[in-house]
């Protein structure tokens, strides 16, 4: 009979290979680093311990319930007709009834009463010198913040060892949810409203994590990692975060003023960098101890860090890192030796001159409109006619300007003067508003004005 089963699978497999398809996709043969099944933690334990516990008596349901079966589907086969009669037929039998009903009532029950106490051990995070910190999900990256340690970090979770930490989410824009399946379950980060999760790492390492909802172009680019350190590397680590980079080599140095007038300051912060306090990109404090950037999609190799502040689109669909300015490879390569600096002592970085803004080409009136739009980016966020239409919409089209009552979304009259300072400062006319201060000069602004005006 055994052979008959055997037998049996291994004709629907021949007959249909996509079924052994689902067996590989069920993930059954990974690496382990994203495993639900690995525990690492008290919490992931809570969980492991209830799916265990649940899948063990769904076997033994299924032995039962697959040889009862087995047995009535070859004994009563067609074929088996001529030594075998019909059994013999009967309705209604209170033993048996009552039987199929008591068991599985009994087998919820053992099932129910643990899965309840899971949740409720789960659901409440142990206060006691727990580490709080926050995981805040961004399109498509995670911030991580340690009020206790007044320090923010991206994309790496550093914890201690043995040391039970309490994560408390929530999402800047749309709805994410983390997950770290060998160390916790997965909850909800919400805009608006916070969550919170809880583990106590037990064994120094790295393991895998990442959004567990759709939320756009590169959800699946959004992952992270959670470091366990030894309680002194997780120190010096803490300690690194909050000390300024020392730019040491003349390459770093560039890449220190380049990091002001390529704008970078408007959308990243980095302790003691002068005007560089941006929060719509992850901070880069200590960038160099951090083994992979862009949310754990590529190594931090000076090449990839290069590639990608030329071109973080090319590298992760959709990224929101915008360049208002080109960034050649040779500054690229400067802004990566200044952004993996060594952090040095605690001591303010050397002063760095306010947010410088770049020289504009050439100054005077001989410059045309469509030069200064080329250099200064104004297509990578707004379709302009005559231009390359920008790769995603970030701003409103620009035809047809003049004969709107506001601009930026309403907020403001659409006068000339109004435009002038709009063009001047966008934060400064709507604060939070994802058009930067590109830095036009007052005749760059004449000589844009008269150009939008011919837009109809
Ligand atoms: C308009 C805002 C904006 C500007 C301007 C900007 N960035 Fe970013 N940056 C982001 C965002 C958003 C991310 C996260 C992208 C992602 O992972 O999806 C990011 C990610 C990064 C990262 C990866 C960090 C990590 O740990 O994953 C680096 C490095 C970086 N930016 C450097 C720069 C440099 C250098 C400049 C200037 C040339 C710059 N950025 C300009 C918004 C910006
Ligand atoms: C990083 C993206 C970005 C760049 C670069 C950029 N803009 Fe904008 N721009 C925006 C956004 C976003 C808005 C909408 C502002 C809002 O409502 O907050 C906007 C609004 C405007 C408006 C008002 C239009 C309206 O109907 O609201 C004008 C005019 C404008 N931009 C011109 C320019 C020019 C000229 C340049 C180049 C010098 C430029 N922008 C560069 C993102 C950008
Ligand atoms: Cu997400």
Not at 195 to 208: D, H, M, R, S, V
Not at 217 to 230: G, L, P, Q
Not at 317 to 325: N, R, S, T, V
């Amino acid at each position: 009979m055994v052979a008959q089963i055997a037998n049996t699978i291994l004709r629907s497999i021949s007959r249909y290979p996509w079924m052994l398809a689902v067996l590989l996709l069920t993930g059954c043969f990974g690496d382990g680093k994203q495993s639900t099944i690995r525990p690492e933690s008290d919490s992931a334990r809570i969980i492991q311990d209830v799916y265990a516990m649940v899948t063990w008596i769904d076997v033994g349901i299924f032995i039962v319930v697959a040889t009862l079966l087995a047995v009535a589907m070859i004994k009563y086969r067609a074929g088996a007709q001529k030594d075998i009669d019909i059994p013999k037929q009967v309705h209604g039998n209170v033993v048996v009834e009552l039987i199929w009903t008591l068991v599985p009532a009994i087998l919820l029950i053992f099932i129910a009463v643990p899965t309840w106490q899971g949740i409720f051990r789960a659901a409440a995070p142990p206060r006691a010198g727990a580490l709080q910190v926050e995981a805040i999900g961004h399109q498509w990256w995670w911030e991580f913040r340690y009020p206790s340690e007044n320090i923010v970090t991206a994309n790496e979770l550093h914890v201690p060892v043995n040391r039970t930490v309490v994560v408390k989410t929530w999402s800047a824009d749309v709805i994410h949810s983390i997950w770290m399946p060998r160390l916790a379950g997965k909850i909800d980060s919400l805009p608006g409203k916070s969550n919170e999760i809880w583990f106590t790492p037990e064994k120094i390492g790295e393991y895998l994590g990442q959004c567990a909802e759709f939320c756009g172009t590169s959800h699946a680019n959004m992952r992270f990692k959670v470091i366990v350190d030894s309680p002194s590397d997780y120190q010096t680590w803490v300690d690194r975060q909050s000390m300024a980079p020392v730019a040491s080599s003349p390459d770093a140095q560039a890449g220190e003023k380049l990091f002001a007038t390529k704008a970078c300051v408007a959308c990243h912060t980095i302790t003691g960098v002068a005007g560089a306090v941006g929060v719509i990109g992850p901070n880069l404090n200590d960038l160099g101890s951090r083994t992979t950037i862009a949310s754990g999609i590529l190594e931090n190799t000076p090449d990839n860090l290069a590639a990608w502040i030329q071109d973080p689109q090319s590298m992760k669909p959709g990224a929101l890192m915008i360049l208002p300015m080109e960034v050649n490879p040779s500054e690229a390569a400067q802004l990566a030796a200044f952004l993996t600096s060594e952090p040095g002592a605690a001591a303010p970085a050397p002063a760095v001159p306010a947010p410088a803004v770049p020289a504009p080409p050439t100054a005077g009136s001989d410059v045309s409109a469509q030069d200064i739009i080329g250099a200064k980016g104004c297509t990578i966020c707004h379709a302009i006619p005559g231009f390359p239409a920008p790769a995603a919409e970030i701003g409103p089209a620009l035809a047809g300007l003049m004969s709107r009552d506001t601009i930026a979304g309403g907020a403001i009259q659409n006068t000339e003067d109004n435009l002038r300072a709009w063009l001047k400062n966008p934060p400064g006319m709507k604060p939070g508003t994802l058009m930067l201060n590109v830095g036009l000069t007052d005749p760059e602004i004449d000589t844009l004005i008269d150009f939008l005006k011919t837009l109809e």
